[in-house]
């Protein structure tokens, strides 16, 4: 039978030759093959994926953007996917037959004239990775994490997930023809996310943990059974999130923007957009760092206590509980990566609260939009960073939105029905929320009472305008 992915029509694209290697980011030691489980078999570290052909630079950085470039007119399928267009800074798999796309990636950078003006940015801009084809950011990783797996013959690939991992995973999966295990902490993780792993096919395991839980057992199953894992540790996963930056780039014609803000939760997007940094600097495709910060929430605030008591040096472990479920993680995987990343691109780390996050949430659907809440922590995060002066309204920022609006639909109904709040803390102060919120009117269904209730739309907000 033919596989899925390659029985598409049109011209077959060349792969570039696999030379990279698993280097480990604590001891420097290499290998050219990797454990299950992705950790540095000397000293326990973390893997990252080099090539010496991306920092050779077969070719010069202007061919290899305008070859990029090129690559949007052209139907072949690898060009087709916003990822495997930029494959000369991927790690090569041995065919193309082993490629597993949903044409991820290609996703659009929307200027957010509303936050601009709330904010003061002039030149604010959200690289909306929620238009992927499951709806996250994880897309990007996954096409080539999922692609390795097919490579390596694997029956089984498995993650322990917030949501998105495992939505994005059970897609590829079933798309590469391989079987997906899914294991999600039962309850805190969103209905729309748990639907998509079950339509796609996967095995689906809610655990009574948490998602730290989750991935602990995950850890340990891998030691034992022979199924591939695709969480972020895996650095596959890291390559193909690498390309978000460069088409973000390559969106504003290679002009580096000041800042890129950035959601943190297990910190492997944070480190993938860093990774890519630095290595658009060392080719000469950019010809400066932008700063990248990293905002978690503050029930899920892991990387910030690590900064300001340790120091960076070890992890601060918490125990994580916020509404932004998708970055609900206390123990994060990645976080020496974002951490070096963060020191090399001089980037901030910061904290917002529930109501902070909801505000932005809510300021980010009326420019048409919207995201999830762990998306929305970059626009809440933006607004701190100009409080401390670390941002100058002058400054052009790219906020990247993680996951689409239809993510978590719990949430918005109760954040507009007035019910997020309800028992919370949060509840007395939440009521500055209000005039955020958009609940549903519900009326006789004759004119009169329409008209009557445009009438009084119209009189409570006269000055309303979107442009
Ligand atoms: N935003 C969204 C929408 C996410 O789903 C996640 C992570 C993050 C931000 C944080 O990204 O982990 O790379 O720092 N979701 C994972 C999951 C953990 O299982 O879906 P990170």
Redesign the pocket.
């Known amino acids: 039978m033919p596989s899925p992915t390659t029985s598409e029509k049109g011209p077959k694209p060349s792969l570039p030759q696999a030379t990279f290697c698993f280097h480990c980011i604590g001891c420097g030691s290499a290998s050219h093959a990797a454990a299950q489980d992705f950790r540095c078999p000397q000293c326990n570290n973390l893997l990252e994926i080099t090539d010496p052909s991306w920092k050779s630079a077969s070719q010069p950085a202007a061919t290899l953007k305008s070859v990029w470039r090129d690559r949007r007119s052209s139907n072949a399928i690898l060009d087709l996917s916003g990822v495997w267009r930029f494959r000369e800074l991927l790690p090569a798999p041995a065919s193309e037959q082993h490629v597993v796309t949903l044409r991820e990636g290609n996703t659009p950078l929307y200027e957010l004239p509303q936050s601009g003006r709330v904010t003061g940015v002039r030149r604010l801009y959200a690289k909306h990775q929620g238009m992927n084809p499951t709806g996250?950011?994880?897309d990007a990783g996954m096409t080539v994490a999922s692609t390795f797996a097919r490579q390596a013959g694997y029956r089984w690939v498995a993650?322990?997930?917030?949501?998105?991992?495992?939505a994005s995973m059970a897609a590829y999966a079933a798309r590469g023809g391989m079987r997906s295990l899914v294991l999600v902490p039962k309850g805190k993780i969103s209905w729309s996310k748990l639907s998509q792993a079950l339509d796609y096919g996967a095995l689906t395991c809610q655990l009574r943990t948490d998602?730290d839980g989750c991935l602990r057992l995950l850890l340990e199953l891998v030691r034992r059974a022979p199924v591939y894992q695709l969480n972020?540790i895996n650095p596959f996963r890291i390559e193909g999130q690498k390309t978000l930056a460069l088409e973000l780039l390559e969106q504003l014609d290679w002009q580096p923007p000041d800042h890129i803000i950035v959601?943190?939760?297990?910190?492997?997007?944070?480190s993938a957009i860093g990774k890519a940094l630095l290595e658009m600097l060392d080719l000469g495709l950019i010809p400066r760092l932008p700063k990248l910060s990293v905002i978690q929430a503050e029930g899920a605030n892991a990387l910030v206590r690590t900064l300001r008591e340790a120091g960076g040096k070890r992890l601060v472990s918490v125990q994580a509980e916020t509404r932004a479920t998708?970055?609900r993680?206390g123990n994060?995987a990645?976080w020496e990566k974002a951490v070096k990343v963060l020191q090399a691109t001089d980037g901030a780390c910061e904290q917002v609260s529930e109501l902070e996050i909801a505000e932005a949430k809510a300021e980010i659907g009326t420019e048409g939009i919207g995201c999830?809440p762990?998306?929305a922590v970059t626009l809440a995060g933006l607004k701190k960073l100009l409080r401390e002066g670390f941002v100058k309204p002058e400054e052009t920022v790219v906020l990247i939105l993680?996951?689409n609006l239809l993510?978590d639909p719990e949430y918005t109904i109760e954040f507009h029905r007035g019910s997020l709040f309800q028992g919370a803390a949060q509840e007395q102060k939440s009521a500055k929320l209000n005039q955020f919120r958009h609940p549903p009117v519900v009326l006789d269904a004759t004119l009169d009472a329409v008209i009557k209730t445009l009438e009084q739309a119209e009189k409570s907000d006269p000055t309303h305008s979107n442009v």
């Open positions: 996250s950011f994880k993650c322990a997930s917030t949501g998105n991992t495992s998602f972020s959601p943190g939760g297990n910190l492997g997007n944070s998708a970055i993680i994060p990645s999830e762990a998306s993680t996951g993510k």
